[in-house]
């Protein structure tokens, strides 16, 4: 990362607020966090509960603030529980449970619209606002 003085920034300008956090959000991406949402998860340090079939993934959630005059960083642990139920996985399921083909697209969108699922190839979350069958 490489820092360079373009202006001078009093603490109390909003602009410092916004490059402070610009500082954190990029020493995290540097030392090896992924974003999901709005927080930074270590991905290399994940724990698997096969048994639930979940995945736990340590993080941090940061904030930064002037606190009585003074720059400070609030840096909170987070995890994130994600299932490892895939949408496919559990379409299949459904439609195994359900022999009308109707009933089985009703029971999927009733479960499936309004989850957010996160994609492997990115890391990115999205939510299932409907499903174009």
């Known amino acids: 990362?490489?820092?360079?003085?373009?202006?001078?920034?009093?603490?109390?300008?909003?602009?410092?607020?916004?490059?402070?956090?610009?500082?954190?959000?990029?020493?995290l991406e540097l030392s090896g966090l992924r974003l999901i949402g709005r927080n930074y998860y270590q991905?290399?340090?994940?724990?698997?509960?096969?048994?639930?079939?979940?995945?736990l993934f340590p993080g941090f959630l940061t904030n930064v603030n002037i606190y009585e005059g003074s720059l400070m960083i609030n840096v909170d642990l987070s995890h994130k529980v994600l299932n490892k139920t895939t949408v496919f996985n559990r379409l299949q399921d459904i439609f195994t449970q359900f022999v009308d083909f109707k009933r089985a697209q009703d029971e999927a969108t009733k479960e499936l619209v309004g989850q957010i699922v996160l994609t492997t190839y990115n890391s990115k979350t999205y939510k299932i606002d409907e499903i174009a069958w």
């Open 43 to 55: 991905f290399d340090r994940k724990v698997d509960l096969e048994r639930y079939r979940l995945t």
């Open 1 to 27: 990362m490489r820092l360079r003085l373009a202006a001078k920034n009093s603490p109390d300008s909003p602009n410092f607020f916004h490059l402070a956090n610009l500082i954190v959000r990029k020493l």
